[in-house]
């Protein structure tokens, strides 16, 4: 692979490679996986069993899944599908992987469901160990104690899992609620710790709320200019923005010499940077 600056590109595919098959599945993250990237980039819920979910919601999104009949989720019903205070069984018969995605028409369909972090686990050993996961805590304060335990049982769920399945070296944790940030810190003082940064966020303002230097700094991409990006590695940080997808805009990101890119089509990056 193409190294730019004498520095290789880390291409983590989000929510393994949404814009070829459904999200945060397990199907997705081996397609991932097989393509080459270095890093799956998922997001985690937590079950009414504390079970760590992978999904993007705390709840059943009828963006992207059906009923365990196959029926339409209702408007303003999915969010009453609380993953965390359903069982992981109980989440399993939600088909999220067969309806058409408006976001991504060439996404291939097939039926599959929301799997365990475990499970995510248990693939990179069986595919290839030396696969890294950034895992987003999916966390804000309106949804503590309702869609999510509050962020110390949270984060303690979340390190007890990763350190039952001896994944801490391939993981980092990363998060755009400052209180979840904080708690990593407490509890797992050496875990690598990224700050999200949203499109409508300042990532100098939010870098100065944490009480702590977080390893790698992740940003909407439009955030950034080259200036920004080095500036801030100066620092020490790694820069790996978020989420980007069309052949332009990767490009740019590849000469301002970003540290990593998040994408929903690693199979794109990749074959930028071989070039």
Known sequence: MRRNSEKQI?????????????????????????????????????????????????????????NPDGTEIPEAM???????????????EFDCGSKFHPSYPDQEKLKTHKPLLSEVFNLIKK???????????KSKIAYYGVYTPYPKDYVEIVLN???????????????????ILEEIKIQSPKMKVALLVDEDGDIKSKLKALSYNPEIISPYYKLLNRDIISA?????FLIIPWTINQKE???????????????????????????
């Not at 999915?78 to 399993?92: F, G, Q, R, S, V």
């Not at 595919?127 to 805590?137: G, Q, T, Y």
């Not at 998040?262 to 990749?270: E, F, K, Q, S, V």
């Open 232 to 236: 801030y590695q100066t620092k020490g």
């Open 10 to 66: 880390e291409v983590q595919g989000h929510r393994g490679c949404r814009g070829l098959l459904p999200e945060n599945s397990l199907p997705a993250f081996e397609k991932a996986i097989d393509l080459g990237v270095h890093t799956l980039e998922l997001d985690i819920a937590i079950t009414k069993d504390n079970e760590v979910i992978v999904s993007h919601e705390p709840f059943m999104s009828r963006t992207i899944c059906f």
């Open 127 to 137: 595919k290839n160990p030396s696969i890294r996961l950034n895992i987003e805590i």
């Open 249 to 275: 805009d990767l490009k740019q990101m590849i000469d301002w010499s970003v540290d990593g890119i998040i994408t929903d089509y690693p199979n794109l990056l990749i074959e930028m940077l071989s070039k």
């Open 161 to 179: 899992e990763i350190n039952e399945y001896r994944m801490f070296n391939n993981v980092n944790l990363q998060s755009f609620d400052l209180a």
């Open 78 to 92: 999915d969010m009453k599908h609380n993953l965390y205070h359903m069982t992981h069984e109980e989440i399993k």
